[in-house]
């Protein structure tokens, strides 16, 4: 069963002559395998830093991030690299969609280096998020609420055990925000797969299994 820890996570980022910003302070945390978890703060907390970490596209100033018992870290990084592409799913509240393709050939970027050819896995992951029509059309032909499926799609195309999700409703309506995030924990939880999602919406988080505020740069657990 897959089990995420971050265990004493610390994050300094450089300033000016000699100083430094810590983002992150001996952050821990636990998370089970199927479960769903919220990161919630102000604007400035660290909650994307702190996801950067866990999806591998940040390394921590100290402390690190165990999958399964494994420290991803531990790794080279053409190995964490290929952890990351097997294992984690990405979600961004810009969506992030290249303009100059199709839907399909979006949800199809992250499975560029897969041996067979997944368009029928991409096809019915669109008809599961509503978009079966839409497939040859691109973003700028689909509504906010419209794209962010394709972005959850494609973050679901190589089945990642692991799904972070960076404020995916902070660019939608209250109607819109409802389909998406109603969307993505169906999927998620029939699908067995790990939640991180980061939110500065209380009633969002609300809605997740395990619930932590990050203030400060420190984490705590809302109850």
Same mark, same amino acid.
Request: charge should be positive; avoid cysteine.
């Given at each position: ?20 910003? /810590? ?52 790794? %080279? ?27 399909? /050939? ?10 067979? $050819?997944? %368009?029928? %896995? ?20 689909? %509504?906010?609420? /419209? ?18 999700? $960076? /404020?995916?409703?902070?660019?939608? $309506? ?47 657990? $809302?109850?």
């Amino acid at each position: 069963m897959n089990t995420l820890e971050i265990k004493d996570v610390s994050k300094f980022f450089p300033f000016g002559r000699g100083r430094r910003i /810590e983002v992150l302070a001996d952050v821990s945390l636990t998370l089970p395998a199927a479960g769903t978890l919220t990161i919630s703060g102000s604007s400035g907390s660290g909650k994307t830093t702190l996801l950067n970490v866990i999806g591998g596209l940040a390394q921590p100033t100290s402390g690190g991030v165990w999958w399964n018992g494994k420290s991803i870290y531990a790794d %080279s990084r053409a190995g964490l690299t290929q952890w990351r592409r097997q294992t984690v799913g990405l979600v961004f509240q810009s969506y992030q969609l290249m303009p100059e393709l199709s839907v399909l /050939e979006n949800v199809l970027l992250p499975a560029a280096f897969r041996r067979h $050819d997944a %368009s029928r %896995s991409a096809a019915e992951l669109l008809e599961q998020v509503g978009l079966k029509n839409r497939i040859q059309h691109r973003p700028t032909e689909l %509504s906010g609420g /419209e794209q962010q499926r394709v972005a959850i799609a494609r973050a679901l195309i190589n089945n990642p055990a692991l799904i972070l999700a $960076d /404020e995916p409703t902070g660019n939608l $309506d209250p109607a819109n925000s409802e389909v998406v995030l109603r969307l993505l924990l169906d999927l998620v939880r029939k699908q067995h797969k790990t939640l991180v999602l980061v939110t500065h919406d209380d009633s969002i988080a609300q809605r997740m299994d395990l619930r932590y505020r990050l203030i400060g740069g420190k984490l705590s657990r $809302d109850l």
